[in-house]
C-alpha cells in the first residue's frame, strides 16, 4: 500500500547535513508528501511537509523535484539525536497516510 | 491544545483472549481517527480509519475490529487474540476537511500475545 521507497539504512558523521531520499514516482498532483521519524518505542514525530516547493522549518528542509517523483529530507547538522528511523509518506486524497519501512538513520560521533 | 490518549502502555495477554485498546482526542471536534500496527523490525501498517461515528473502514483482512461510539473515541477489539497480533499499536488523528494536515500520533501500545 505505501507509496514511497526509500533506502532501508543510511549513516550520516555528527555534525554533517543528513540527506535522505524518497521515490514516490506514483504520486498524484494533490497528494502531499510528509516525512516522520520515530525512535524506538514512540510514536512517530511529525518532521516536515510539502506539495511541489521546497519547505524549511526550524528541523528539517525537504527539497522535492519538479516532477514530485522524488524528495530529499535534509537535517543540516545531523546530532546523535537525530539517530532514528525517518518515514517519508503520501497522503492520499481520502485520508490515509501509508508508511513504507522507511531509512534507518544512525548519526556517528 | 489538542492531545491523543492512548492506553495502556504495555500489555500481556494469553492466545484466545480478548482485546480492548482505548484511544481518545481532546481539544478537538470530528477527527479523523486511524489505527496502526507495527509488527518487531518492521514499518507502520494501517488498520482502520474513521471519518466520523460509527464510520470505520477497515485497511486489511484480520483478526481485529474498530469501533468508535463517540466523537473522539477509537476502539481497537478483538474476540481471541492470535500470536500474530503481537506487536505496537498507534492510534493517531488529523484535523478534517483539509489535506495537509499534519497526523498526530499517541505513545502506542506494546502488546504481547503468548
Known amino acids: 500500500d505505501a507509496k514511497t521507497t526509500q533506502p532501508p539504512s543510511m549513516d550520516c558523521a555528527e555534525g554533517r547535513a543528513a540527506n535522505l531520499p524518497c521515490n514516490h514516482s506514483?504520486?498524484?498532483?494533490?497528494?502531499?508528501v510528509y516525512w516522520y521519524r520515530q525512535i524506538h518505542s514512540q510514536g512517530p514525530q511529525y518532521i516536515i511537509h510539502?506539495?511541489?516547493n521546497n519547505e524549511t522549518n526550524e528541523m528539517a528542509s525537504l527539497i522535492i523535484t519538479e516532477d514530485r517523483k522524488s524528495s530529499t529530507l535534509i537535517l543540516p547538522h545531523a546530532t546523535l539525536r537525530d539517530t532514528a528511523v525517518y518515514y517519508c509518506?503520501?497522503?492520499?486524497?481520502?485520508?490515509?497516510?501509508?508508511f513504507g519501512t522507511g531509512t534507518s538513520l544512525t548519526v556517528i560521533p | 491544545s489538542q492531545t491523543i490518549h492512548q492506553w495502556p502502555a504495555t500489555l500481556v495477554q494469553p492466545v484466545g483472549s480478548p482485546l480492548s485498546l482505548e484511544c481518545t482526542v481532546e481539544?478537538?471536534?470530528?477527527?479523523?481517527l486511524y489505527w496502526y500496527r507495527q509488527a518487531a523490525g518492521r514499518g507502520l501498517q494501517l488498520l482502520f480509519y474513521?471519518?466520523?461515528?460509527?464510520?470505520i473502514s477497515s485497511e486489511v483482512p484480520q483478526n481485529l475490529s474498530a469501533s468508535r461510539p463517540q466523537d473522539r473515541q477509537f476502539i481497537l477489539s478483538s474476540k481471541k487474540l492470535l500470536l500474530s497480533d503481537s506487536g505496537f499499536y498507534l492510534c493517531?488523528?488529523?484535523?478534517?476537511?483539509?489535506?495537509?494536515?499534519?497526523?498526530?500520533f499517541g505513545s502506542g501500545t506494546q502488546l504481547s500475545v503468548l
Open positions: 509518506i503520501v497522503r492520499v486524497v481520502s485520508n490515509q497516510f501509508y
Open positions: 506514483t504520486i498524484s498532483g494533490n497528494e502531499y
Open positions: 474513521s471519518v466520523g461515528i460509527g464510520q
Open positions: 481539544g478537538t471536534s470530528n477527527p479523523n
Open positions: 510539502g506539495l511541489k
Open positions: 493517531a488523528w488529523t484535523e478534517p476537511g483539509r489535506i495537509n494536515e499534519k497526523l498526530f
